[in-house]
């Protein structure tokens, strides 16, 4: 299948962090979804932590470290003015109560439905069993869930299926994906293809996605 | 009363052979890895090993013992595999979770904290909407497949939700910042994560401090988690270790 060249994952990051509201509270998820920290600086957007932390701060290095302060993917973080701390049964409160607005994950897969994969992929060859962590938790009770991720897998084929075929993580949460290639809004009647990378036509967007997109009537180049 | 016990041998005494014992941390953060030691040097078996998100990948040391000592029955985790595929292949743990030798339970981490939450507040059961849908519907994902019975359902205002159980350890084993001799704790940032949940689910709740204080010496507005869940304090060393997982 053919590959197509498109937006680097940074870039990907930052088309996502526009998303975002300034007094919105956010959860990200490991990856691509990292990267929107880089882009948020200074803006009025509180992190959400599932480890029990909101107002994280950035990245810590070298005498900044504290052992006792990691992200929810075990890397050394910072505290800010206002950064709070509290208990995991709390947190997950705030995430499962709908009181986070929006959360960014990766994925392996996303449905036209909505339906989405990203804590067991079957060829690591562990069954049933894989890393489930905070992801069920984010996808069922987030107000808006949003999937950042490469529009196909390193050998091309489409990650954006009618089915999945690999291990749901949640069903029908997703309301947002952005990939290097595409913005596509999932809405109850299929995927609506609202964005493309410049250069490419939408029958070069269908052709690596399994489902029929429908094409937006205000289709427009990806603006960042 | 007094609830500081001089030694960490004293400390776990009295948890034997088939103990369903919970580990406080979040990955690196916030482990009891002191007590875990004194497991490891107690040699006690058939141990299940109750978690909130990857303490054992953080106290890797601690857990290649465990595992080469034959300590462990099961873990019960959120997120218990290595999360590199590659250096999963070379974990001893994962070997045995292959081999079916350990059984490893996967729980999404919001239910298994309230699991906790729940059996410290004496609720048996509750209703999530995590997991509709997906395997943690389908029963527990574990592979231990003769495990796996299918979980009761509810819809509730037009929504699935599942019914999970909460986890009663027979010991909580956690690690807190502060603690004064009548076993009110408090912790710094992120290492409170599970530990406060945990020290009131279980029925014996074991404490690692590294500090202990006199009652009075810490805010009695700042207390995290109250003594009257606590029933030892055991003193130990602050440690430095690598913040890393594979």
């Not at chain 2, 369903?20 to 497991?39: N, S, W």
């Not at chain 2, 009075?216 to 988690?225: A, N, P, Q, Y």
């Amino acid at each position: 299948m053919k590959k197509f060249e498109g937006l680097p994952q940074e870039i990907i990051a930052l088309r996502a962090s526009q998303e975002l509201k300034d007094g919105d509270y956010v959860n990200l998820g490991i990856g691509i979804p990292t990267m929107i920290s880089n882009w948020i600086e200074g803006r009025d957007i509180f992190l959400h932590s599932e480890i029990g932390m909101i107002k994280t701060g950035p990245l810590a290095y070298d005498e900044d470290i504290d052992q006792d302060l990691i992200n929810a993917s075990c890397q050394p973080v910072t505290e800010v003015a206002g950064s709070i701390y509290f208990d995991i049964s709390e947190s997950f409160a705030m995430i499962r109560g709908g009181h986070v607005d929006v959360t960014v994950m990766g994925a392996f897969q996303v449905s036209e439905k909505g339906d989405f994969a990203g804590w067991n992929n079957p060829s690591r060859g562990l069954g049933n069993v894989g890393n489930i962590g905070g992801s069920m938790d984010l996808s069922a009770g987030s107000r808006r869930l949003i999937i950042t991720m490469e529009h196909t897998t390193k050998n091309g084929d489409p990650k954006l299926l009618k089915e999945l075929t690999y291990p749901a993580t949640g069903r029908g949460n997703v309301n947002l994906i952005f990939t290097d290639l595409a913005v596509i809004e999932v809405a109850p009647e299929g995927l609506i293809l609202k964005e493309i990378y410049p250069g490419l036509t939408t029958e070069d967007i269908q052709s690596v996605t399994e489902p029929k997109l429908i094409i937006s009537p205000d289709l427009k180049e990806i603006e960042l | 009363m007094d609830k500081v016990i001089p030694k960490l041998e004293e400390a776990i005494h009295d948890i034997e052979d088939g103990a369903l014992i919970a580990i406080g941390g979040f990955f690196t953060c916030g482990v009891p890895r002191d007590l875990l030691k004194a497991i490891i040097s107690k040699g006690i078996k058939d141990l299940t090993f109750a978690c909130g998100s990857g303490p054992l990948l953080g106290a890797k040391e601690e857990m290649s013992e465990l595992v080469a000592n034959n300590q462990i029955k099961k873990v019960i985790d959120s997120y218990g595999l290595a999360r590199s595929t590659s250096k999963g292949l070379d974990d001893p743990f994962e070997a045995q979770v292959r081999a079916n030798k350990i059984e490893l339970e996967v729980v999404p981490m919001g239910t298994l904290a309230e699991k906790y939450r729940a059996a410290g507040a004496g609720i048996p059961a509750f209703y999530v909407k995590t997991g509709a849908g997906t395997f943690v519907e389908d029963g527990l994902v574990t592979n231990f497949s003769e495990n796996t019975n299918g979980k009761e359902t509810k819809i509730i205002d037009g929504e699935k939700y599942v019914l999970e159980y909460s986890i009663k350890p027979d010991f909580a084993l956690v690690h807190a910042y502060m603690g004064d001799k009548e076993g009110n704790l408090y912790y710094r940032k992120t290492a409170r994560n599970f530990n406060h949940v945990m020290a009131t689910a279980g029925k014996v709740t074991i404490a690692e401090v590294e500090k202990i204080v006199e009652p009075g010496e810490i805010d009695s507005h700042c207390i995290h988690t109250p003594g009257i869940y606590v029933q030892r304090v055991v003193q130990v060393s602050r440690r430095e270790f690598e913040i890393t997982i594979d």
